[in-house]
C-alpha cells in the first residue's frame, strides 16, 4: 500500500524557520510531481509548492523567496524549507504526490494526513 508520511511541524515565532519532510512508502515505480499544499483555518485547501520529476517548481506568490521546494528522488521525499515565517503562514501543510505503483502504467494522486505549522509569539 503506498502512502506519504509527513514529519516536521509545530509551533514556532515569527521569523523563524521549519522543515517539513514527506516521504512516500509502498511499492513504487516512480513519483511524478510532488506538491505541498496548505489549510488555513476556515479556508481551502491551496497549493503552496510544487515540484516535477525533472526539478521543474513554481510556488504561490505568498511564499516566494522564504520558501523552498526540494526532493530526493533516491529516497522518495520531497521537502519544505520555511524561513521568515509569518502568523499568516498558520495552516495545516499537506504533502502530495502523484505516484505511479509497481506493475501499473498510471500515476495517482496521494495526499499525506497533514501537519499544523503554528506561527505565534
Known amino acids: 500500500q503506498v502512502q506519504l508520511v509527513q514529519s516536521g511541524g509545530g509551533l514556532v515565532q515569527p521569523g523563524d524557520s521549519l522543515r517539513l519532510s514527506c516521504a512516500a512508502s509502498?511499492?513504487?515505480?516512480?513519483?511524478?510531481?510532488m506538491a505541498w499544499y496548505r489549510q488555513a483555518p476556515g479556508k481551502e485547501r491551496g497549493l503552496v509548492a510544487r515540484?516535477?520529476?525533472?526539478?521543474?517548481?513554481n510556488y504561490v506568490d505568498s511564499v516566494k523567496g522564504r520558501f523552498t521546494i526540494s526532493r530526493d528522488n533516491a529516497k522518495k521525499t520531497v521537502y519544505l524549507q520555511m524561513n521568515s515565517l509569518k502568523p499568516e503562514d498558520t495552516a495545516v501543510y499537506y504533502c502530495?504526490?502523484?505516484?505511479?505503483?509497481?506493475?501499473?502504467?498510471?500515476?495517482?494522486?496521494?495526499w499525506g494526513k497533514g501537519t499544523l505549522v503554528t506561527v505565534s509569539s
Open positions: 502530495n504526490a502523484n505516484i505511479v505503483r509497481a506493475g501499473v502504467y498510471y500515476d495517482i494522486n496521494y
Open positions: 515540484i516535477s520529476r525533472g526539478g521543474s517548481i
Open positions: 509502498g511499492s513504487i515505480s516512480s513519483i511524478n510531481d
